[in-house]
């Protein structure tokens, strides 16, 4: 992950409760700051997906990254708002704070809906294996747990 500056995009909400939505400006130099992240695997990809579908698209966007001395244009996905922004509560920050989502009811509804559904996939495959073989196969799926150091990167 890297910080990323999208500009000529606006945040808006719904309501005053409600999670921001990323939609284009009539004026270039609007921005929202965020986080652009890399190697996301299918399955995460789809869930971002299934989450934020409906109300908004994914659109392929260019993404700059400067590294060093070193800088390259690729090709990102955004989620941007699907319809007019008329009646949309514009934000004047270019970035959000989510702490009272994550405080909220809502959150919670959704935190439940997952740990839910992921016991009930678990459910299915214990009884599918039978418990024992379950425990054998989980422990050999985990391997070495490694701790990197911090001269495993460099920040930049």
Not at 8 to 14: R, V
């Amino acid at each position: 992950m890297t910080k990323a500056v999208l500009y000529g995009y606006k945040l808006y909400q719904i309501s005053e409760d409600s999670t921001p939505v990323i939609a284009p400006s009539d004026d270039s130099a609007s921005a929202v700051d965020g986080m652009l992240v890399f190697n996301l695997d299918e399955s995460k990809r789809n869930g971002i997906s299934e989450l934020e579908s409906g109300l908004t698209h994914l659109k392929i966007i260019q993404a700059e990254l400067t590294c060093k001395h070193k800088f390259a244009v690729i090709d990102a996905g955004v989620f941007v708002w699907s319809g007019s922004v008329d009646g949309l509560i514009p934000i004047e920050s270019t970035f959000w704070e989510p702490t009272k989502f994550v405080i909220s009811s809502f959150y919670g509804t959704i935190k439940e809906s997952i740990y839910r559904s992921a016991n009930d996939v678990l459910d299915s495959e214990k009884e599918k294996l039978g418990n024992d073989t379950w425990a054998k196969s989980c422990r050999s799926e985990r391997g070495p747990i490694s701790n990197p150091s911090s001269d495993d990167y460099e920040i930049v």
